[in-house]
């Protein structure tokens, strides 16, 4: 691929646009914000402005109700050899585009797993898709060339593609992000109307549930309004689970033995099933998860510490797979922990406190 099209320069579209940049591509930007384009522009993204003949891959990069007018518009006017979008559902897209009477052959649906809770352009990094799945869904009408041009992003992206029927999809991510983030909003919504006291003990377990919570709640409107059905679902079993969670802790609370038992059973088996499903989830590159050992350093709220650390674990020879930050609320400090392989973690150990660092036993 030598030439590609971004529309939408916000945080998806920005980042695939600078990991296409800096791998020799040359992209043109377009948003329906100039700002947005210009911001993208001033990163290192590519260039405003249309460009001069059909690029070789549109991208449409907007939000999900917008996908079909803008790749449909783009289509139309021949801007590409090859169009795909990249939103968090795909049998929606696919549906509008077919009523529009879009052509279907050179139009892949896409998906990348991998994004963040903030939005627009200066979220965006190159490497944001490194090693996460990204989602195709060719269907026997996709012309080869168009596929083999999303291979080619995805590859120059380094993410792993994932061949998916879209429907199939669309069930799938409402179990693995769009369920998810409904209850990261849910838990944190507790907390907009809650003691300032109670929220100052906020620790690294609430930051770590909730920080989805953040995310731009009507990009979530559209995404959730083109997959009510399985969310819904999924809620329907999770409320099941939380009604007999409920039970199970009234239970505890009862005089009798016997009723504390089976209260004390409940917990223990939602808990349970929580180890279990937490261990499916897959390590980096989609690997099945490796069981990291945790260096946790000090850390003072200043610039240049996270450098200094990882080239101090660089020049130790240990290759940090994994990195986590805890702050301490209210304080100049944290701790870094830094992920390792277990056989790994005492010569790190030993090299950063020979560099001054306090590590946390
Ligand atoms: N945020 C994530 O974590 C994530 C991850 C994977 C996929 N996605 C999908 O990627 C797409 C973009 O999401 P984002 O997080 O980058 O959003 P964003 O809000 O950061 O960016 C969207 C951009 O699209 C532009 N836009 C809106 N309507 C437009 C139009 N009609 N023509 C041209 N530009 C238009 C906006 O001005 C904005 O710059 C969405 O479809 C989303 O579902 C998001
Ligand atoms: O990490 C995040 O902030 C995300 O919300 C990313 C996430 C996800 O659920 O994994 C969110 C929506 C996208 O469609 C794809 C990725």
């Keep these: 691929m030598r030439t590609a099209l971004v529309i939408g320069t ?58 079909a007018e803008v790749l449909g518009d783009a289509q139309r006017r021949g801007l590409a050899r090859g169009y795909l979008d990249v939103a968090s559902v795909k049998g929606g897209p696919r549906r509008e585009l077919a009523d ?8 892949l649906g896409t998906h990348p797993m991998a994004g963040r809770e903030r939005s627009g352009p200066t979220a965006a990094t190159a490497d944001l898709f490194e090693g996460r799945p990204w989602v195709l869904t060719p269907t026997p ?3 080869t060339e168009v596929l083999n041009l999303a291979l080619e992003l995805i590859a120059l992206c380094r993410a792993v593609p994932v061949v998916m029927e879209a429907d199939a999809h669309d ?56 997959n009510p059905g399985p969310v819904a679902d999924v809620l329907t079993a999770v409320a099941g689970d939380l009604e007999e969670t409920v039970r199970a802790l009234r239970s505890l609370a009862s005089a009798d033995d016997a ?8 917990i223990e088996d939602v808990l349970r099933r929580g180890n279990s499903g937490r261990a499916r989830i897959p390590g980096k590159h ?45 304080q100049q400090a944290g701790h870094v922990q830094l992920m390792v392989e277990p056989q790994a973690a005492d010569r790190l150990t030993e090299v950063l406190r020979g560099r001054g660092w306090a590590i946390r036993a």
């Design 141 to 143: 009408d996709t012309d």
């Design 286 to 330: 989609g690997q099945t998860p490796t069981a990291y050992a945790t260096v946790a350093v000090l850390i003072s709220d200043r610039p240049g510490e996270l450098a200094r650390i990882f080239a101090d674990a660089g020049q130790a020879g240990v290759n940090i797979e994994d990195v986590r930050i805890e702050h301490a609320t209210g």
């Design 100 to 107: 529009r009477g879009c052509d279907l052959r050179t139009y």
């Design 171 to 226: 069930r799938a991510v409402a179990l693995v992000s769009h369920t998810p983030q409904l209850l990261s909003s849910l838990v944190a919504a507790r907390l907009a109307d809650a003691d300032d006291t109670a929220v100052r003990l906020c620790g690294q377990g609430i930051r770590d549930v909730t920080r989805i919570a953040a995310s731009e709640p009507r990009m979530w409107i559209d995404i959730l309004s083109a």
């Design 10 to 67: 916000g945080l998806i579209g920005t980042s695939i646009a600078l990991a296409l940049t800096a791998r020799g591509v040359t992209v043109h930007l377009q948003d329906r914000d100039h700002d947005q384009a210009r911001t993208a522009a001033s990163l290192g993204a590519g260039t405003v402005g249309p460009a001069p003949g059909a690029v070789d891959l549109a991208v449409v990069a907007v939000p999900p109700a917008r996908i």
């Design 259 to 266: 009723k504390r038992g089976e209260g004390a059973g409940g």
